[in-house]
């Protein structure tokens, strides 16, 4: 069908994969449907269309205008959005020589697969949260509620949002459930005699903003263990793998929390529901949470809202922090130590001198992309074993993107050659073999990726992996890429005793405050920084944010509680 239509064949794998086993028949019926397919934009789908339909294509088709407007929400999705200005949307179809986009829009929204809202003006939904500081002194600091403030740049004046329909429910189940939890709270033992768990005893709903390095923040695993020993029934759940690992036993992640078994309500049989690492909850599983905790019960979310939000999309974390309804904890931020005073430096916008003579964070230098990556490859494979006792298994590489001289695909070719070579008859950029250091896809929804150590390989060409605590398990090698280095997206919540950073000068105009905060988070014990990118480092941890993401949730909660 695509030769056919003039499209080269080798897209019919990745058509298939977006489309499912109708792909044919989607196809035939409507030529935009390929727009599904994440590569795929508007002028190639177009060019199919005609190769289809000859003289039957039209630039209103209302095929084409729906295609096109889902194509728009989806690429705003993995931006991070959960919702586009509507007058953006009118844009785009008028670019793409739609005659009449308000038409076309009222269209797609009588369809139901898109659902409209008004925007929120600027300064509206309550930017100042209910924030207390939990330090010894019990004392409330106003400077911290600027941690949870809308800036003016985020609403939108007037207009409408447009969103898909199912992030759209998931942010309104989420401000259901929540009013939901606030109006339900039950009377339950005195945990401890902290502020959080004073503070869980009046609350449905708590967040708990963690400080630099703190996950799992040591009071949350605390309150979760006295509410234990009060004789409540409490489940602990991270997002991540690795975050499960940390945990130990008895943490579960989203993917078993949803195979637990539920009450008539389909609520879960709990009391408390603490999620650690709740920054990185995308809409669609946050709503999962929320919906599964029966009335009565608590949730607590903990996480460290300074650095990268979620790889799907929503922020939802910081938009209920925003907006005022729920009581919301940050946690002393005294820097304990180098890393932590380096952590803390950037949050605040500033980029702190390095002078640690316990080598616990190190900065150095580079000229090139190619000179970082050899520096890299340094430090794992020698310097960082010697000098600081942490075994090249336990160090993580991170890097800011995947491309380029010193990105994560060069940096494990790299460690590749110098950590575990393959046989002289295979090539070690694409060959999987023993010892090697392996990602995945995660399995849970939102968890990023999952790395693992190749412990043999069978017969039939799969190689045994361990990933984390979990049991080896046989693995197609196409499943697999090599993952000593993680691009900063992949590596949320992923941290190890000691981690080696690499910033290249390539993509530098990309660096942000919250980018360079995730990635010098990402050792427990020693970060070293291979600095090649000039000047952009500093001004990337001086600049104020420069994006916000787009959503809908602060508007839902407004609309629940009134």
Same mark, same amino acid.
């Given at each position: 069908?695509?030769?056919?239509?003039?499209?080269?064949?080798?897209?019919?794998?990745?058509?298939?994969?977006?489309?499912?086993?109708?792909?044919?028949?989607?196809? =035939?019926?409507?030529?935009?449907?390929?727009?599904?397919?994440?590569?795929?934009?508007?002028?190639?789908?177009d060019?199919? &269309?005609?190769?289809?339909?000859?003289?039957?294509?039209?630039?209103?088709?209302?095929?084409?205008?729906?295609?096109?407007?889902?194509?728009?929400?989806?690429?705003?999705?993995?931006?991070?959005?959960?919702?586009?200005?509507?007058? &953006?949307?009118?844009?785009?179809?008028?670019?793409? #020589?739609?005659?009449?986009?308000?038409?076309?829009?009222?269209?797609?929204? =009588?369809?139901?697969?898109?659902?409209?809202?008004?925007?929120?003006?600027?300064?509206?939904?309550?930017?100042?949260?209910?924030?207390?500081?939990?330090?010894?002194?019990?004392?409330?600091?106003g400077?911290?509620e #600027?941690?949870?403030?809308?800036?003016?740049?985020?609403?939108? +004046?007037?207009?409408v949002?447009?969103?898909?329909?199912?992030?759209?429910l998931?942010?309104?189940?989420?401000? #259901?459930?929540?009013v939901?939890?606030?109006?339900?709270?039950?009377?339950?033992p #005195?945990?401890?005699?902290?502020?959080?768990?004073?503070?869980l005893?009046?609350?449905?709903?708590l967040?708990?903003a963690a400080?630099?390095?703190?996950e799992?923040?040591?009071?949350?695993?605390t +309150?979760?263990?006295? &509410?234990?020993?009060?004789? /409540?029934r409490?489940?602990?759940?991270?997002?991540?793998?690795?975050?499960?690992d940390?945990?130990?036993a008895?943490?579960?992640?989203?993917?078993?929390l949803?195979?637990?078994?539920?009450?008539p309500?389909?609520?879960?049989?709990?009391?408390?529901?603490v999620?650690?690492?709740?920054? /990185?909850l995308?809409?669609?599983?946050?709503?999962? %949470?929320?919906?599964?905790?029966?009335?009565?019960?608590?949730?607590?979310?903990?996480?460290?809202?300074?650095?990268?939000?979620?790889?799907?999309?929503?922020?939802?974390?910081?938009?209920?922090?925003?907006?005022?309804?729920i009581r919301?904890?940050?946690?002393?931020? +005294?820097?304990?130590?180098?890393?932590?005073?380096l952590?803390?430096? %950037?949050?605040?916008?500033?980029?702190?001198?390095i002078?640690?003579?316990?080598?616990?964070?190190?900065?150095?230098?580079?000229?090139?992309?190619?000179e970082?990556?050899?520096?890299c490859a340094? /430090?794992?494979?020698?310097?960082?074993?010697?000098?600081?006792?942490?075994?090249a298994?336990?160090?993580?590489?991170?890097?800011?993107?995947?491309t380029?001289?010193?990105?994560?695909?060069?940096?494990?070719?790299?460690?590749k050659?110098?950590?575990?070579p393959s046989?002289?008859?295979?090539?070690?950029?694409?060959? %999987?073999?023993?010892?090697?250091?392996?990602?995945?896809?995660?399995?849970?929804?939102?968890g990023?990726?999952?790395?693992?150590?190749?412990?043999d390989?069978?017969?039939?060409?799969?190689?045994?992996v361990?990933?984390?605590?979990?049991a080896?398990e046989?693995v197609?090698r196409?499943?697999l890429?090599h993952?000593?280095?993680?691009?900063?997206?992949q590596?949320?919540g992923?941290?190890r005793?000691?981690?080696?950073?690499?910033?290249?000068?390539?993509?530098?105009?990309?660096?942000?405050? &919250?980018?360079?905060y995730?990635?010098?988070?990402?050792?427990?014990?020693?970060?070293?920084i291979?600095?090649?990118?000039?000047?952009?480092?500093?001004?990337?941890?001086?600049?104020?944010?420069?994006?916000?993401?787009?959503?809908?949730l602060?508007?839902?909660?407004?609309?629940?509680?009134?």
């Open positions: 069908m695509l030769a056919a239509a003039g499209a080269p064949e080798r897209m019919a794998p990745q058509v298939a994969a977006a489309l499912g086993d109708e792909a044919a028949e989607l196809l =035939a019926a409507d030529p935009w449907a390929v727009l599904a397919v994440p590569a795929i934009a508007p002028g190639q789908a060019l199919l &269309a005609r190769g289809a339909l000859g003289a039957g294509w039209v630039a209103d088709d209302p095929r084409r205008v729906r295609a096109i407007v889902l194509w728009l929400l989806r690429r705003a999705a993995r931006q991070g959005d959960t919702a586009i200005e509507a007058d &953006a949307a009118r844009a785009a179809l008028a670019h793409f #020589e739609v005659g009449d986009p308000d038409t076309a829009l009222r269209a797609i929204l =009588a369809e139901g697969r898109v659902m409209a809202f008004a925007a929120a003006p600027r300064g509206s939904g309550g930017s100042g949260a209910s924030i207390d500081d939990v330090g010894e002194s019990g004392e409330i600091d400077d911290l #600027e941690d949870f403030e809308e800036p003016d740049e985020l609403g939108v +004046v007037g207009g949002l447009l969103a898909l329909d199912d992030y759209a998931a942010e309104e189940a989420i401000a #259901e459930a929540v939901r939890l606030l109006s339900t709270v039950e009377p339950w #005195e945990i401890g005699d902290g502020k959080l768990g004073r503070a005893s009046d609350n449905g709903v967040l708990y400080g630099p390095g703190e799992p923040p040591a009071a949350v695993l +309150v979760a263990a006295q &509410a234990r020993e009060a004789g /409540l409490v489940v602990v759940v991270a997002p991540t793998l690795d975050g499960r940390r945990l130990g008895g943490a579960v992640g989203l993917r078993e949803a195979a637990m078994e539920r009450g309500d389909g609520t879960l049989e709990l009391d408390l529901l999620v650690t690492d709740a920054t /990185l995308d809409v669609t599983a946050a709503a999962a %949470i929320f919906e599964a905790v029966p009335d009565g019960a608590r949730l607590l979310l903990a996480g460290d809202p300074a650095g990268l939000e979620s790889t799907g999309p929503g922020r939802v974390f910081t938009d209920l922090a925003a907006t005022g309804t919301a904890l940050v946690a002393p931020t +005294v820097p304990e130590g180098p890393l932590e005073a952590a803390d430096g %950037i949050r605040d916008g500033r980029l702190p001198p002078q640690d003579p316990d080598r616990r964070a190190v900065l150095i230098p580079a000229r090139t992309g190619e970082a990556a050899h520096r340094q /430090l794992v494979a020698d310097s960082i074993p010697r000098a600081i006792g942490i075994a298994r336990d160090v993580l590489v991170v890097a800011p993107l995947a380029g001289p010193a990105g994560a695909t060069a940096l494990n070719a790299v460690l050659a110098r950590l575990n046989p002289e008859d295979r090539s070690s950029a694409v060959s %999987i073999d023993v010892g090697d250091c392996v990602v995945r896809a995660a399995s849970d929804p939102g990023g990726v999952v790395r693992g150590i190749v412990g390989v069978l017969p039939d060409g799969r190689v045994v361990s990933f984390g605590a979990a080896p046989p197609q196409a499943e890429r993952g000593w280095a993680l691009t900063a997206r590596s949320l992923v941290r005793p000691g981690a080696v950073v690499v910033l290249p000068s390539e993509g530098a105009d990309a660096y942000t405050r &919250a980018l360079m995730t990635l010098v988070t990402r050792g427990e014990r020693h970060v070293s291979v600095h090649a990118a000039g000047p952009a480092l500093a001004s990337a941890v001086a600049a104020d944010p420069t994006r916000h993401r787009t959503t809908h602060r508007q839902a909660m407004g609309e629940a509680m009134s």
